[in-house]
């Protein structure tokens, strides 16, 4: 008579049920032969290998009677109760035995060892109630698993007797519940066997897995992890060449193959094999044959773990990439583009990337308007230092040697040479001027070093000075003015020339048209942005540049005044800070007075860049050299020269050589001699009367090396 599937499963159980209260006796019994309280006494050792012995042949009996393949459902069905009488008589004896033994040795055991006997003897007595109630189970199981059954009428003797149905009934159930079909997870395996591994991998195939490498030696295994990353290896244990043991240990310590799982497969049923294995990092072992479900289930659980550990290892990766961006942040050398492939994710980490990078942004847009307001301070400071500078190189004694030079002295005949233009071999010779680093101006402005900051724009205040009057320097300054403005730059302009101002005469003003000037700003008596004139009107109709011009008075008695009473010398220079911030200047351009007197030691002592215009001329040659060497004195960083007047025939490039290698100062710009300059007396600006004259272009070459 055929067995249905059902009453297999429920002899299945049974004996699981009764296998484990047994397994308990075995380990217990185990742990307590090694203890060295049990082994120091014969008579207590004695007693727990009987016990021992006992629980191995209760074990033996409950698989052997309970084997699905041997037992008749007729001894169940049939004659229940003689077959459950059969298995109590077979199992209570040893059953006694082990509950005698255990009772004895809690009697005479040491007491470190009676918690496992106590463990022991309940093992014992759960036991005990499972075989008195074997046959009332199995029927009410038999009744339950009838489809004509009703297990809600069923009469329960024993509270074993629920548990146990409940337990038969939700564990067959699961077992046998259809799986949902899961996609396979492919990666690359290789396997690794010397005898024939094409069997295996065209099984593993068959199953789903598309990508499977073979190697038949160690050797050979190890040339192609070299050439290419596997995802899960099938290691044979016993091969000719080397063994799959140290094969296994090699790949261990390997830095790249250590995290690649290793399922070892072997013909062997050695336990010690197989621990040896798991020892070594084997992730698994399977004997051969192998089943081919367990074998598909094993190689997948497999390479889901490597998939999430590969996960896992980029994740850390990607965390250490965001943990060395905080600390370039901190280092001030952070790039927000750097983490610009990560934030593409859609997730949380992604989520946090894109944060960070906010955040990053925000913090070095902090810095960098905490560097200029920390700019704009230390210019402050040094602005007071230089000017305190000025005022005390204004009274020393070199000082007043320096003004006896430059007003007239004659020691400078007959030590120029040269055939049309003077020589400047005197200058270069100089051993009392101070040297710096030879740079030219376009590489200053890149720099930025001669820009102030001016609220949140930045204003480049230049000083254009001469050490005679003559030099066309006012003349200089309205056409760099306009051809600054003419590109689009908001400029203003300062005639600080108060013994003789003429700066407003190139405009066009007049005593009628001036209402406010400088001389009023310094004597309290107005803002200076109410004494600035926009003549922005001169600029080309397309341009978006400014002009604004603060004129010096040329009232006499205000000119007298101002001479006789003087003024603060911090209102003037806290005058250029506020008429920058109120126009928004680009470029302040400072029309200076002629010469070496206090206040222009302030002036260029205060300036961000300063233009010395000078012509071909003996006495401007001296006096350039003794107004390069007092800004020297006074730290000015930027210096420039501009020469005006230069003939038609003069070799211009060879002469603006000698001048940067005589004062180790950049030349901005040498402006040719132009008659329609002279025709002109100052009355007009030239650019703006000549816009494509070549003088006009060369002052438009000087104002972009401004721009920078």
């Given at each position: 008579m055929n067995?249905?599937?059902?009453q297999n ?7 699981h049920?009764?296998?484990t209260?047994i397994?308990?006796?075995i ?11 049990i082994?120091q ?6 007693d727990?290998?009987k016990?021992h ?7 033996s009996l ?5 084997d699905?393949?041997?037992l008749?459902?007729?001894e ?6 003689r077959?459950?009488t059969k298995?109590?008589?077979?199992l209570?004896t040893?059953l ?7 009772e ?7 007491a470190?060892s ?7 003897n ?7 109630i499972?075989?008195?109630d074997?046959v009332?189970?199995?029927?009410q199981q ?21 548990n146990?149905l ?7 159930v699961?077992?046998?519940r259809?799986s949902?079909e899961?996609?396979i ?7 690794i ?8 991998a065209?099984?593993l195939?068959?199953?789903g897995?598309?990508t ?8 050979q295994?190890l040339e192609?992890?070299?050439a ?10 016993i091969m000719s060449?080397?063994?799959g ?8 310590q ?7 799982p290793?399922?070892m497969i ?6 010690e094999?197989a ?8 992730e698994?072992y399977l004997?051969?044959?192998?089943d ?5 289930a ?5 390479l889901?773990?490597?998939?999430l ?22 280092a001030k050398?952070?790039?927000?583009g750097s ?12 989520q946090?990337v894109?944060v ?5 942004q925000?913090?070095?847009s902090r ?13 402050a400071?040094h602005?007071?230092?230089r000017?305190q500078?000025?005022?005390?190189l204004?009274?020393?004694n070199?000082?007043r ?9 004659r020691?400078?005949e ?5 055939s049309l233009?003077p020589?400047l071999?005197?200058?270069?010779a ?9 740079v ?8 930025g ?14 000083v254009?000075?001469a ?7 006012s003349?200089l ?5 306009i051809?600054?403005a003419k ?11 108060l ?10 003003l ?5 209402t406010?000037?400088l001389?009023d ?8 942005h109410e004494a ?12 978006e540049g400014?002009?604004y011009?603060?004129p010096?008075s ?5 000119i007298?005044?101002i001479?006789r009473e003087?003024y ?10 506020e ?7 680009d470029?302040?351009l ?16 205060a300036?961000?860049?300063?233009l010395l ?7 401007d040659?001296q ?5 390069v060497?007092l ?13 005006n ?10 002469y603006?050589?000698q001048?940067?290698t005589s004062?180790?100062?950049?030349v901005a710009g040498?402006l040719?001699f132009?008659e329609e300059m ?7 600006i ?7 004259h070549?003088l006009?272009?060369v002052i438009d ?6 721009i920078?």
């Amino acid at each position: 008579m055929n067995r249905s599937p059902v009453q297999n499963r429920l002899l299945v159980y049974l004996r699981h049920e009764l296998c484990t209260p047994i397994n308990g006796m075995i380990g217990y019994s185990e742990l307590l032969l090694e203890e060295p309280q049990i082994q120091q006494r014969p008579e207590l050792l004695d007693d727990l290998q009987k016990i021992h012995a006992c629980s191995k042949q209760l074990l033996s009996l409950v698989i052997t009677t309970l084997d699905p393949e041997k037992l008749e459902v007729s001894e169940i069905e049939g004659e229940l109760d003689r077959f459950g009488t059969k298995l109590r008589v077979e199992l209570l004896t040893p059953l006694s035995t082990i509950m005698g033994y255990c009772e004895m040795l809690l009697e005479d055991a040491p007491a470190e060892s009676i918690p496992d006997l106590n463990h022991l003897n309940a093992s014992a007595q759960q036991l005990l109630i499972l075989v008195n109630d074997i046959v009332s189970l199995a029927q009410q199981q038999l009744q339950t698993l009838d489809e004509q059954g009703d297990a809600a009428t069923l009469s329960v003797k024993s509270l074993a007797a629920v548990n146990f149905l409940q337990n038969a009934t939700t564990t067959f159930v699961s077992l046998h519940r259809e799986s949902p079909e899961k996609q396979i997870q492919d990666g690359m395996i290789l396997v690794i066997d010397d005898s024939n591994p094409d069997l295996l991998a065209r099984k593993l195939k068959r199953q789903g897995y598309t990508t499977v490498t073979t190697a038949t030696s160690a050797q050979q295994a190890l040339e192609q992890l070299k050439a290419a990353p596997c995802d899960l290896i099938l290691l044979d244990v016993i091969m000719s060449d080397m063994n799959g043991l140290e094969l296994l240990e090699q790949l261990k310590q390997h830095e790249n193959w250590r995290d690649i799982p290793v399922i070892m497969i072997s013909a062997l049923e050695e336990i010690e094999g197989a621990v040896k294995c798991i020892e070594l990092g084997a992730e698994d072992y399977l004997q051969k044959p192998f089943d081919p479900t367990l074998l598909k289930a094993r190689i997948g659980a497999c390479l889901e773990k490597k998939r999430l550990r590969d996960q896992e290892i980029l994740y850390l990766q990607q965390v250490d990439r965001l943990t060395t961006a905080a600390a370039e942040i901190e280092a001030k050398t952070f790039t927000p583009g750097s983490l610009n492939d990560l934030n593409q994710q859609q997730d949380e980490f992604g989520q946090l990337v894109r944060v960070f990078q906010k955040m990053a942004q925000e913090v070095q847009s902090r810095e960098r308007t905490l560097v200029q307001q920390v700019n704009f301070l230390q210019a402050a400071v040094h602005k007071d230092q230089r000017v305190q500078i000025a005022d005390e190189l204004a009274a020393t004694n070199h000082f007043r040697q320096n003004q006896k030079r430059g007003k007239g002295g004659r020691d400078v005949e007959n030590l120029y040479r040269g055939s049309l233009y003077p020589s400047l071999s005197r200058f270069s010779a100089n051993e009392e001027r101070s040297t710096i680093q030879k740079v030219n101006l376009s590489t200053i402005s890149k720099r930025g070093s001669f820009a102030v900051a001016e609220g949140n724009r930045t204003t480049k205040k230049i000083v254009v000075h001469a050490f005679r009057g003559g030099t066309g320097k006012s003349n200089l300054t309205c056409n760099l003015a306009i051809s600054l403005a003419k590109q689009g730059y908001r400029v203003g302009i300062v005639d600080t020339d108060l013994q003789s101002p003429g700066i407003h005469i190139l405009f066009g003003l007049d005593d009628e048209t001036v209402t406010l000037t400088l001389n009023d700003y310094l004597s309290g008596r107005c803002a200076l942005h109410e004494a600035t004139y926009d003549f922005s009107r001169v600029l080309p109709e397309q341009s978006e540049g400014a002009v604004y011009l603060i004129p010096a008075s040329v009232k006499a008695d205000e000119i007298t005044r101002i001479l006789r009473e003087g003024y603060h010398d911090e209102k003037l220079l806290d005058g250029f800070s506020e008429i920058s911030r109120d126009l928004s200047l680009d470029f302040l351009l400072i029309d200076s007075h002629p010469g070496i007197a206090p206040e222009t030691l302030q002036a260029i002592a205060a300036s961000s860049l300063l233009l010395l215009v000078l012509r071909p001329d003996y006495q401007d040659y001296q006096g350039t050299a003794v107004i390069v060497e007092l800004a020297r004195m006074l730290s000015v960083e930027n210096i420039s020269l501009i020469v005006n007047r230069a003939l038609p025939n003069f070799d211009v490039e060879t002469y603006r050589q000698q001048l940067e290698t005589s004062y180790d100062v950049p030349v901005a710009g040498i402006l040719p001699f132009s008659e329609e300059m002279m025709h002109l007396s100052s009355s007009e600006i030239f650019s703006v009367c000549y816009p494509d004259h070549p003088l006009t272009k060369v002052i438009d070459q000087i104002s972009q090396q401004l721009i920078g």
